[in-house]
């Protein structure tokens, strides 16, 4: 176990310093999230409720972590690098890992900016929003990152992720939407945990036939 | 240690490689050679795991652990530095007294200079030396290397068959090569794919 975790943070470390040099990745999340809260703050019209710009808050959090996730394994398409991931003898679910919180990170970051960004041009930030953002990411990054490494291999993988991830990530904005809307906030975060645990469990197992023959 | 029998392999329609046989022992030098197209990165590919057969029967009597692998690719990445990329590999292969290995290989394949800057800024030569650290790194039992003089200068060619002769008595190679000639003295049988 100890030898796991220590591959896991292995991994994930070099996530981080690769996207502190690149700066490919974090920089167009965050710009992704604060154009589209701008743009949905002229499109929604003034008398508009704040329930509905709630859902636009879903939107924006689900595009900027697809966003995230499709550059989620470019380093290790360029040179082959997977291959060399994939051939150590450590377990392969430790890549998915490893990745998936490199990609929590970023996605808590953009949303660290997003949230003040959303108090701002439509109403406040409420502590159920909050839990539900932080249950909804790690449901998005468990899911997302096994997709994104299915899409990897492919050489349509700008089309599939989307295609693969959006009706996935569905019972996650209803969860998220549920709980930062409606007076049920425990049903639809105990929702959003049960969706984590899940797709978490799921992906955690299956990660090694995604990446293997 | 691989015993293959009647391997075979496709990609849709396409046959890339077909009824190929061979052993190799755990003292053996295998070479593999054919013209392009003939399958040998695919081969290699099967025998590391990377690849299943389609058909036939291949049995690698290794763990994946005890494999060193040198593909056509670097298989590091370009935004770490070549410390940063083997010190990855030297722990997720739990490699003992990490960092003395790791300074050593790069010192005797001549990367000890520029072990701080990014494999991004090295060249093709430079990059196929870092490889074959990366494949060396955990002194495997079984070196499976895809056209290992690719790119190398005549200072490269000389390290590494001076790494290949100090292995030959510890580990077993599988070699695809289009230049036989030059590892003709350790082989100890060749397999010709059409």
Known sequence: MTAYLADVRALAHKDLVLELRAR?????????????????????PADSSAL???????VAIVFTALLGLSRAFAAEREQGVIDGLVLAPSDRSAIWLGKAIAILAFLGLAEVVALPAFAVFFSG???PTVAAVALADLGICAVGTLLAGMAAASRARELLLPLLFLPLAIPIVVGGVGASVSSHTTKYLGFLALYDAVFALLAWASFEYVVTE | MIRARGLEKRYGDSR??????????????LIVTGPNGSGKTTLLRLCVGLAAPTAGELEVKLERGRIGYLAHDSLVYRELTALENLDLYGRLYRVPERRERIGMLLERFGLWDARLTRAGSYSH????????????????????????????????????????????????????THDPERLRMQATAQLSLA
């Open chain 1, 52 to 58: 509905a710009a709630k859902g636009l808050l879903w």
């Open chain 2, 16 to 29: 890339v490689l077909r009824g190929v046989d061979f052993e190799l022992p755990r003292d053996g030098f």
């Open chain 2, 125 to 176: 030569g430079m990059l196929q030396r870092l490889a074959l650290c990366r494949a060396f790194l955990h002194d495997p039992d079984l070196l499976v290397l895809d056209e290992p003089y690719s790119a190398l200068d005549d200072e490269g060619v000389v390290l590494l068959e001076r790494e290949l002769a100090d292995r030959r008595a510890t580990a077993a190679f599988l070699v695809a």
């Open chain 1, 24 to 44: 490919d990745t974090l920089p167009a999340m965050l710009l992704f999230v604060l154009s589209t809260l701008v743009v949905f703050h002229f499109v929604l």
């Open chain 1, 125 to 127: 930030i409420d502590g």
